[in-house]
């Protein structure tokens, strides 16, 4: 392997970047050999804490049982009439991951990721929320993908697709942000907002973290 | 506020830390084993994340580990090792040899970058780290990981570019 001289920056052009931001990009598809993951998540196994005894939450008064962290954010394909629920998909969005993560598209705001056209929002530089995870599941019939974000204090942002199929989002209240219409809810003790893009809808819900926040992240530019 | 490291989300992260490692070794087997020892030293014992996450804390480590084997291997004697059987012992799970090849391309590209500037790469575009993380990471600025950034891919790109085609193949 030879070592080369790195060009100055006034000897590199637009081209450049893209063809290598392109060419990097499509190391995405490589994966870890089977074996290697299986003597990782062997390994993973081995190193995590005991799991402690299920209690009874304690419900106080209004403190809504927010002890369970959990940002969810779900975008349901608008279509025709079946589907689940938004109780339903809330539920599957809550659940852990269950793979890593996709990767930032390199000069982009958005993740390698997406369902039907929408891409999963790149949320790390301007808000600090990452990828961590993700997970399909299948609800009322339809593929349900996920992808879960967390912050440096450990809450937790799952954004999933829901292909084929409207949810509807009724109740609760509408609130404008940069000249879009959000509807925030609470669905089984987490808090939720739903709206819309590129016709698709998008729901967004936390047991920890407050509607306004959510609110921040739905009005983003990526997402 | 200190917080304990998640088996679960590390091994979560295992495909970008392999793709950094292959990045880093431009061998296979040299990043499966890279990858191993990362993840066998992070998780050898409970550990306590101070800033940062999991992602930042597995490409330090790699980082770490990857600088001691080299060093290591550069004090050890060498042997005369049968070209055919290394060859043999590094299928291909690409079932298009072309685009494997062409990916070989990118990583043995990136991986004769130097050091600053590869770390630098693979810390954004191969990890998916920001700027600023990528900074805190590496101990640099954000400014300078910026730089390194911008002409590192100007330098994977005239790599790419001179490689014929017809000459493309896998190590």
């Known amino acids: ?6 060009p100055e920056e006034q000897d590199i052009t637009e081209a450049d970047q893209e063809l290598a931001i392109r060419a990097i990009r499509a190391t995405e598809r490589v994966t870890a050999p089977g074996s290697l993951r299986a003597s990782v998540e062997r390994m993973a196994a081995a190193s995590a804490p005991a799991p402690r005894p299920w209690r009874r939450p304690v419900v106080l008064g209004g403190a809504v049982g927010a002890l369970a962290a959990a940002v969810v954010v779900l ?38 990721a997406e369902v039907d056209g929408v891409a999963y929002p790149y949320w790390s530089d301007s808000s600090g929320w990452r990828a961590v995870g993700t997970r399909r599941d299948t609800v009322g019939g339809r593929e349900v993908m996920t992808v879960v974000y967390a912050d440096a204090r450990g809450r937790r942002i799952g954004y999933a697709i829901a292909a084929g199929g409207a949810l509807p989002a009724d109740g609760g209240r509408v609130v404008s942000r940069g000249g ?36 921040g992240l739905a009005s983003g530019g990526a997402a | 506020m200190a917080r304990r490291l998640d088996p679960q989300a590390l091994a979560g992260h295992l495909d970008r830390i392999y793709r950094a490692a292959l990045a880093l070794c431009n061998s296979r087997e040299d990043a499966e084993d890279l990858v191993q020892e990362t993840y066998a030293k992070v998780l050898a014992k409970p550990r306590r994340l101070k800033s940062g996450d999991e992602l930042g804390y597995l490409l330090v480590t790699l980082r770490n580990t990857y600088f001691t084997s080299r060093r290591t291997a550069a004090r050890r004697p ?31 590209a990136i991986a004769a970058l130097p050091d600053d500037f590869r770390l630098a790469l693979i810390a954004v575009d191969i990890v998916g780290l920001s700027y600023a993380e990528a900074a805190e990471v590496l101990g640099v600025p954000q400014g300078t990981i910026a730089t390194r950034v911008f002409r590192a891919r100007g330098q994977v790109a005239r790599e790419l570019r001179e490689v014929p085609a017809p000459q493309r193949s896998p190590r």
């Open chain 1, 180 to 215: 879009r219409d959000f509807r925030v809810l609470r669905v089984r003790g987490a808090d939720v907002v739903t709206w819309e893009r590129h016709g698709q809808t998008c729901i967004l819900a936390s047991r920890d973290t407050g509607a306004d926040v959510m609110l």
């Open chain 1, 75 to 112: 975008v349901l394909v608008l279509s025709g009439s079946s589907g689940p629920s938004v109780e339903q998909a809330t539920r599957v969005a809550l659940a852990p991951p269950v793979t890593g993560p996709p990767a930032r598209r390199p000069g982009q705001e958005v993740l390698s």
């Open chain 2, 78 to 108: 060498r042997a005369d090792v049968d070209l055919d059987t290394v060859a043999a012992a590094d299928p291909r799970p690409d079932a298009q040899p072309a685009a494997a090849a062409e990916l070989d391309e990118v990583f043995g």
């Open chain 1, 1 to 6: 392997m030879t070592e080369h001289r790195v």
